[in-house]
């Protein structure tokens, strides 16, 4: 009952009661009195029926809010800020992410001296060997995108620069990226088991082009694709009208706990312009020097076709590799000469972890107990023969056959300490020694200190 309702009931039997005292004072008759009180009843009958319809009325304002927001979904959970760690920390939300990375590695190395080779170039020597800094990341709709600056010492330069698009098992590539040249080419250098890559893939110009490129990952088999120019540092020169095509695939498949490697590459540039010429030469297995044992004069190379074979196993802590490749380059007015590189090596990871593997490459040696966990980390030892062959068709840039060893130590995931030596020895170098002998050998010892994220 409201109080409006209350207060006219009230009103209604306080008026009565002075009616009916006044009715007996003034012998008004009983049927009066009577009938005075039917009415009331009847008045307090209605009001209670309207209290009645106004509480049902209060009771169905209540239930449609509560049948409204059971009929309305809830709203869709914001998707928060999230922050994993992989190196370095990687911020990710609405599809997008963000993650730095880098690298530094410091090298010192020892290269002998052959008899009557005095170059200042040999002997002590150490570098910044890189300095990247750069970022990664995601986008909506399948996009990533990936930048890398190497800021050793020299004018700082464009590694890795491109846009990728991945949808299911396929990615497209633009920008400046690594060609699709060889399994020893395409490991990042920080996972590679000697401070240098095979002597072939400096002395054939591998490197990072710009171009466009699409990759297709199957559950063993690899197909890879481009179309490149040349490496962005190049670009500036209007006399660069270069272009090639990389094709490579690999099959992949895992039996018996084992991960096997078999791949085969074809690759195919055009020059464009030959001006001053191209020189094929390698260092002696350590970046630390500038003298090169093998090296070819000035060639006018016209284009370049290569041809590569991979093999490659991983067994536990135990892995092979082996490669060959062959360079026929084109000259204008002369023979065309091929030239030939290859190695085969082995290793044990000492400690029980086993070598990683993604995507057609060595990956990184995930460390079972680093010493951030009161661990050893993990050791590595690698042996590998090294063969490359820079004289053909006339052409002499000479042969170099490399006998190396190598022991990493990696005290977490993402810490190195690498030692190189070997003997190198050579058949007509480029660099000739006491009386004009040029063919000689030289020791190399080498040690990197690396740490990556």
């Keep these: 009952m409201t109080t409006r309702h209350a207060a006219l009931v009230l009103v209604g039997l306080s008026a009565s009661l002075p009616t009916t005292a006044m009715a007996q004072t003034d012998s008004v008759t009983l049927e009066q009195a009577v009938a005075k009180l039917t009415a009331l009843q009847a008045q307090l009958e209605a009001v209670q029926a309207e209290v009645a319809a106004l509480r049902a009325q209060a009771a169905a304002k209540e239930q449609k809010p509560q049948q409204q927001a059971a009929a309305t979904p809830p709203p869709a959970p914001s998707?928060?800020?999230?922050?994993?760690?992989?190196?370095?920390?990687?911020?990710?939300?609405?599809?997008?992410?963000?993650?730095?990375?880098?690298?530094?590695?410091?090298?010192?190395?020892?290269?002998?001296?052959?008899?009557?080779?005095?170059?200042?170039?040999?002997?002590?020597?150490?570098?910044?060997?890189?300095?990247?800094l750069g970022v990664q990341g995601t986008m909506p709709g399948g996009f990533g995108y990936r930048?890398?600056?190497?800021?050793?010492?020299?004018?700082?330069?464009?590694?890795?620069?491109y846009i990728d698009y991945t949808r299911g098992r396929t990615t497209i590539t633009v920008g400046q990226h690594n060609g699709f040249q060889s399994l020893e080419e395409l490991t990042s250098d920080v996972n590679t088991s000697f401070m240098e890559r095979a002597a072939f893939t400096d002395a054939f110009g591998f490197e990072r082009r710009l171009g466009i490129s699409a990759?297709?990952?199957?559950?063993?088999?690899?197909?890879?694709g481009g179309v490149f120019t040349d490496n962005i540092a190049d670009l500036s020169d209007d006399a660069n009208s270069s272009y090639g095509f990389d094709g490579r695939i690999v099959f992949a498949p895992?039996?018996?706990?084992?991960?096997?490697h078999v791949g085969a590459s074809a690759h195919y540039r055009d020059a464009g312009a030959v001006g001053a010429g191209t020189r094929y030469r390698q260092r002696p297995q350590v970046h630390t020097t500038d003298v090169r044992f093998l090296a070819t004069p000035a060639l006018p190379v016209t284009a370049e076709t290569n041809y590569g074979l991979e093999l490659a196993a991983i067994s536990g802590p135990f892995y092979a590799a082996a490669e060959t490749h062959w360079m026929n380059v084109s000259?204008?007015?002369?023979?065309?000469?091929?030239?030939?590189?290859?190695?085969?090596?082995?290793?044990?990871?000492?400690?029980?972890?086993?070598?990683?593997?993604?995507?057609?490459?060595?990956?990184?040696?995930?460390?079972?107990?680093?010493?951030?966990?009161?661990?050893?980390?993990?050791?590595?030892?690698?042996?590998?023969?090294?063969?490359?062959?820079?004289?053909?068709?006339?052409?002499?840039?000479?042969?170099?056959?490399g006998y190396l060893a190598s022991l990493i130590w990696k005290p977490t995931d993402y810490v190195l300490f690498a030692l190189n030596g070997g003997r190198l020895v050579y058949d007509d170098a480029a660099v000739a020694g006491t009386g004009g002998d040029r063919d000689y050998g030289a020791t190399v010892v080498g040690l990197r200190s690396q740490i990556d994220f």
């Design 215 to 224: 990759q297709y990952r199957g559950k063993a088999l690899l197909l890879q």
């Design 331 to 401: 000259l204008a007015g002369a023979a065309d000469p091929t030239f030939f590189g290859g190695y085969v090596e082995g290793g044990w990871l000492i400690t029980g972890e086993s070598r990683g593997y993604k995507d057609g490459a060595f990956d990184r040696i995930k460390v079972a107990n680093p010493v951030s966990d009161g661990g050893i980390g993990a050791f590595a030892l690698s042996v590998r023969y090294d063969h490359l062959d820079l004289s053909d068709a006339g052409i002499v840039g000479g042969r170099q056959q």
């Design 147 to 161: 930048m890398d600056i190497d800021f050793a010492p020299g004018s700082p330069e464009f590694q890795e620069a």
């Design 254 to 260: 895992k039996m018996d706990g084992t991960q096997l």
């Design 79 to 132: 998707d928060p800020i999230k922050v994993s760690w992989k190196g370095a920390p990687e911020i990710s939300a609405k599809g997008w992410s963000f993650k730095p990375r880098g690298r530094l590695q410091l090298d010192v190395a020892n290269v002998s001296h052959p008899a009557g080779i005095a170059d200042s170039g040999l002997g002590f020597s150490n570098e910044v060997r890189r300095a990247y």
